[in-house]
């Protein structure tokens, strides 16, 4: 059964955008950050993402200023598969995307239960906080930004119960970023 975890960035309140929606705090540019996030680019998978989160990196990655900014990184957002859940659009037009019209949920079921490589949410905010909610996500890696917002979206607002969750590793970085990562307990 194919695994879904998440790769999220957010401030030490915990927020993944600040209340405007901005999430630019999140992106520093550090020689030794860019080559952990190109390694997770190149590691594989498939890409889930919301509406949102979908334009803001079809609009992005395949540009030449991204490939030439991030290049690894790049390659990878180009190459792997991608799942957008959107109820608005009609067409998705970034390479090797498919348009998924149905409740996130089940189609992650169904998703989950397919031959594939596992599945990596990034961003989209309200597609995490469904998917936690309804016991489908495996491991969380989570970003925590040495920034406090004050005000922002919280990745879980609409999680009603208890997730029990494992710590498995730890990674910080020169920037002030440090990696969390989780499995889920369930």
């Known amino acids: 059964m194919r695994r879904v975890t998440i790769f999220e960035q957010t401030s030490l309140d915990g927020f993944f955008a600040d209340a405007n929606g901005d999430m630019s705090w999140a992106h520093k540019d550090d020689p030794e950050w860019n080559a952990f996030a190109g390694s997770n680019a190149r590691s594989g998978g498939a890409l889930l993402f919301g509406r949102v989160t979908y334009e803001l990196m079809a609009k992005f990655w395949p540009t030449p200023e991204a490939k030439e900014i991030m290049p690894a990184v790049a390659e990878g957002m180009n190459r792997m598969s991608k799942y957008v859940f959107s109820r608005t659009l009609d067409q998705v037009t970034w390479s090797n995307t498919t348009l998924l019209k149905g409740e996130p949920a089940e189609e ?12 990596v949410i990034l961003g989209s ?6 998917l936690a909610q309804a016991g489908l996500i495996d491991g969380y890696q989570i970003v925590v930004n040495p920034i406090i917002l004050g005000r922002g979206k919280s990745l879980f607002e609409t999680v009603t119960r208890r997730l029990d969750l494992r710590l498995i590793d730890r990674k910080p970085f020169r920037n002030g970023n440090t990696v969390l990562t ?5």
């Not at 989780?182 to 369930?186: E, G, K, L, N, T």
């Open 182 to 186: 989780f499995d889920s307990a369930a």
């Open 125 to 130: 905010g309200s597609i995490v906080s469904q």
């Open 108 to 119: 992650v079921r169904k998703l989950k239960r397919e031959v594939g490589p596992d599945l």
